[in-house]
């Protein structure tokens, strides 16, 4: 079935097409597959460039999802919450849903990091274990995690599998540690092109950076750097005249 498009009309092609999709999607069409660029050119008759644009709009918006190899969807309702103001786990957060967590594992190593060392209030020379891992939920990349420990707490976690296995648990089972708090700081940041690789995610989708620092009692003993993908996640709050404002993180579906 072909769809017009009123190429007379003062607003846009990609205008009308992105408003024609939304009205589609409102109405429950697309939900099991959302249709790729070369079949939105052929049924609406419009060029390529025409179809990106409304695509990319979608995209921003959170309705729709896509990464390098696979085909455009739908966004699906939110996967996956994660409560600010505690000390939560993204591996607990992720098999809460049903789904399977594992990492690809890129790098566990000791290192010397005089920036991190700083922020643990460290001697710049002092050994640090260094975890860095591709955070996948099922099948899709979800966050590039990298973690600096202090290696005389931390160095049996080298032996540690962490493919499919939390850093709080094995730390805990392995170093008999046990982080007792922490702060963190969150931003939107724009992914570099490797990161956007390793992420799976467009040029034009943005990222939220969590930095956390991780305390036993009042001693900083964690780093860390999260890269979570900004169209699955997003920042809601919650507030009452008695408690006050309770934030969380949830991931972003269609709104």
Known sequence: MTRTLDRDAPQPLWSQLLEDLRARL???????????????????????HTVREALRRLRADGVVTSSRGRTSRVSGPAEIEQPLGTLYSLFASVEATGRTQRSVVRALEVVADAVVAERLGLEASTPLLYLER????????????????????????????????ALYAELAERCGVRLTGGAEHIRAVVPT??????????????????????????????????????????????FSGRAGYSLGVSAAGRR
Do not use: K, Q
């Open 134 to 165: 591709l955070r996948l939920a099922g099948d899709e990349p979800l966050a590039l995690d990298r973690v600096w420990l202090p290696a005389e707490l931390a160095e049996p976690l080298l032996e540690a599998d962490f493919t499919a296995t």
């Open 26 to 48: 409102d109405g429950g069409e697309f939900t099991d597959t959302f249709p790729g660029e070369h079949s939105l050119v052929d049924e609406y008759g419009v060029s390529r």
């Open 193 to 238: 092109s490797a990161e956007r690789g390793l992420l799976g995610v467009p040029g034009d989708v943005a990222a939220f950076a969590i930095e956390r620092t991780g305390y036993i009692g009042d001693r900083p003993v964690e780093w860390r750097h999260t890269l979570v993908r900004g169209d699955r996640f997003a920042v809601n709050a919650e």
